[in-house]
T-cell receptor
């Protein structure tokens, strides 16, 4: 079964607008971590934001925030005030408690246009 | 001030050859990983090492052999390269806290391997 699902293969957003990238996950482990990474066209993987399953508040890092809805098993990434440099692939990933490996979704390609 | 570095960045080679990719991290982390990203951009873990000890070994052909001389280095040696090995290989590192508390994996820039 797919553990991390990103249903949007591609998204478009206009500069300065906000955009939400969807991510749902599947686990029976009560302890887990959720991550978002950005992969620009240059190819590197850049860590953006982390949410722990026991965290009471949604994570925020600058223009990035994570809309964590535990009951729905969703961990959507919200990018506010999009910039042209935000154009990239975005990957959602999960680490289950007791394991050390990240399980990645298939990614969403975001394109920001002027 | 590079955190996780990999060499080479690009590797083009013939089928059947043996090649190595090197990874070094200067973050003081005790766990390192190899991930493979295929042509459809799907990322999957291959191996992880904690303090030079193999922790994760996913279903990877035994032509792939990781080696960790110390906790700052994790190399990947690939024997008898095949066309299907063409991919981007990422090294990553993290600090594992006691009790399995949160840690983030930081990735290297990737090595683009093309097998002809």
């Amino acid at each position: 079964a797919q553990k991390i699902t990103q249903t949007q293969p591609g998204m478009f957003v206009q500069e300065k607008e906000a955009v939400t990238l969807d991510c749902t996950y599947d686990t029976s482990d009560p302890s887990y971590g959720l991550f978002w990474y950005k992969q620009p066209s240059s190819g590197e993987m850049i860590f953006l934001i982390y949410q722990g399953s026991y965290d009471q508040q949604n994570a925020t890092e600058g223009r990035y925030s994570l809309n964590f809805q535990k009951a729905r098993k969703s961990a959507n990434l919200v990018i506010s005030a999009s910039q042209l440099g935000d154009s990239a692939m975005y990957f959602c990933a999960m680490r289950e408690g007791g394991t050390d490996k990240l399980i990645f979704g298939t990614g969403t390609r975001l394109q920001v246009f002027p | 001030d590079t955190a996780v570095s990999q060499t080479p960045k690009y590797l083009v080679t013939q089928m059947g050859n043996d090649k190595s990719i090197k990874c070094e991290q200067n973050l003081g982390h005790d766990t390192m990983y190899w991930y493979k990203q295929d042509s459809k951009k799907f990322l999957k873990i291959m191996f992880s090492y904690n303090n030079k000890e193999l922790i994760i070994n996913e279903t990877v052909p035994n032509r792939f052999s990781p080696k960790s001389p110390d906790k700052a280095h994790l190399n990947l040696h690939i024997n008898s390269l095949e066309l299907g090995d063409s991919a981007v290989y990422f090294c990553a590192s993290s600090q594992v806290f006691s009790g399995g508390a949160r840690e983030t994996q930081y990735f290297g820039p990737g090595t683009r391997l093309l097998v002809l």
